[in-house]
């Protein structure tokens, strides 16, 4: 078992879950913003 490669992996597994969560709170975040520019918005 070569133990530098399973660190790897388990490395680019980590980073792949945080960009994934980070691309969720970005995109909610950003529905929230509109939500908000929306409300203040109004006529």
Same mark, same amino acid.
């Given at each position: 078992?070569?133990?530098?490669? &399973?660190?790897?992996? %388990?490395? +680019?597994? &980590? &980073?792949? @879950?945080?960009? +994934? @969560? !980070? $691309? +969720? &709170? +970005? =995109? !909610?975040?950003?529905?929230? @913003? $509109? @939500?908000?520019? %929306? =409300? !203040?918005?109004?006529?």
């Amino acid at each position: 078992v070569n133990y530098e490669q &399973l660190g790897l992996l %388990a490395a +680019e597994r &980590l &980073l792949k @879950q945080i960009k +994934e @969560q !980070t $691309l +969720e &709170l +970005e =995109s !909610t975040n950003v529905g929230f @913003q $509109l @939500q908000k520019r %929306a =409300s !203040t918005v109004r006529p």
